[in-house]
């Protein structure tokens, strides 16, 4: 997955992408809630189109409810026609987590290797880095949490106990004590505005992941070496690299993308801070998305027989590329959606507040092939 997120990148980097900006919905009388309209189009070799459209209300963890939910529609580029629709808020999840462990490793190669990781914010997301970390040959000497909910940071200690990890959990009650004793720093909270302000407590140089966009102040970032994804898109929407740009009226803080940083254009000193801060691209869900579907399209996944599989409908028009319905000039042969049962990596199987699944089955998918959907409580 990090390799699927890592060469989108690249095509959004070598101009090969559509990414227009986020398009926000807000409400007046639920200011911490938003839903998100993310277009795009991702060119290379297994073109597609799509669109993710996400939703974060923060106060559905009181009731048990996933903070996140979210739909992926995948169009054929070469008709325009939807041939998928994914639940996502696995495929969203999996695509922060894919690329904050890109950046880790890139940010890191010329300072010594972090062995001491703190986690801000102690949710999904957060579970979703720690597992494609050590999933990556991360480890580590320590597992440092912090969280404003004592019963959050709790659930990570005993998901991070029971998912194998070799590295002792420490619970910390203060943020400054969290990143003071951490060298790699993940924010993952569900923060509005900036709520860490002294970058004394960054002296010691850690490698930050600022996944969560909104929790350090200005004069942390100007402190720093700042890595976003895209410059046009993480510097809007009040990020805090917007608010640094809002006061300085300058982007001259920001020194590249990562992927500016993997072709080797931008080099990450090791004498200050390294902040990498991702806005989130559509992209990156397209490819992510893409790649599920490849991996899920398949008649064996299915319980029920069809008039044809994807692979037969491809080839019925010959002017198609890749799965999905056919043209309106095709033959009348039946097409019918695939099976999109689960096959996704998992924070933990063992852990029951976990989602463990990508979430959806369709159509013609025997009981088997289905996968569970029951959201558990998830801080």
Request: charged share 20%; hydrophobic share 40%; aromatic share 8%.
């Amino acid at each position: 997955i990090v390799e699927v997120v890592e060469a989108a990148y690249r095509l959004h980097g070598a101009g090969r992408t559509v990414n227009p900006p986020s398009s926000f919905l807000r409400f007046p009388d639920r200011a911490a809630s938003r839903m998100i309209a993310l277009p795009a189009s991702l060119g290379g070799g297994s073109p597609v189109d799509g669109l993710k459209w996400i939703s974060s209300f923060p106060e559905n963890v009181r009731s048990g409810v996933p903070r996140a939910s979210a739909v992926l529609i995948l169009n054929d580029p070469g008709t325009g026609y939807p041939f998928a629709c994914l639940e996502s808020s696995i495929i969203s999840a999996t695509r922060t987590a894919a690329s904050a462990v890109s950046a880790a490793d890139r940010l890191s190669r010329d300072r010594t290797r972090p062995t001491r990781v703190g986690f801000f914010g102690t949710g999904l997301i957060a579970r979703y880095i720690h597992t494609f970390l050590e999933g990556s040959g991360w480890t580590f000497d320590d597992i440092g949490v912090y969280d404003v909910s004592a019963e959050s940071a709790a659930g990570f200690r005993l998901y991070a106990e029971q998912s194998g990890s070799a590295a002792p959990v420490t619970v910390h009650h203060a943020p400054e004590e969290l990143i003071r004793t951490s060298d790699l720093v993940v924010f993952a909270t569900v923060a509005g505005e900036p709520h860490v302000d002294d970058p004394a407590w960054f002296d010691h140089n850690p490698v930050v992941l600022h996944v969560s966009l909104r929790d350090l102040a200005p004069r942390v970032l100007l402190a720093s070496t700042n890595i976003v994804d895209d410059i046009e898109h993480c510097l809007r929407a009040a990020t805090s690299p917007h608010l640094t740009e809002q006061l300085t009226g300058n982007r001259n803080f920001v020194h590249g993308t990562l992927e500016d940083v993997m072709a080797g254009r931008v080099t990450v000193p090791a004498d200050r801070p390294a902040v990498f801060s991702p806005f989130g691209l559509g992209v990156l869900d397209l490819a992510v998305g893409s790649f599920v579907y490849d991996r899920v399209a398949r008649p064996a996944n299915c319980g029920s027989s069809t008039t044809s599989s994807t692979n037969d409908a491809a080839t019925d028009d010959p002017g198609r590329t890749g799965a999905g319905p056919p043209s309106p000039t095709a033959n009348a042969r039946k097409w019918s959606p695939p099976c999109l049962s689960s096959l996704f990596l998992r924070p933990s199987t063992r852990r029951s507040s976990m989602w463990t699944s990508s979430g959806s089955s369709v159509r013609r998918c025997s009981s088997s092939a289905r996968a569970s959907t029951s959201p558990a409580r998830s801080s």
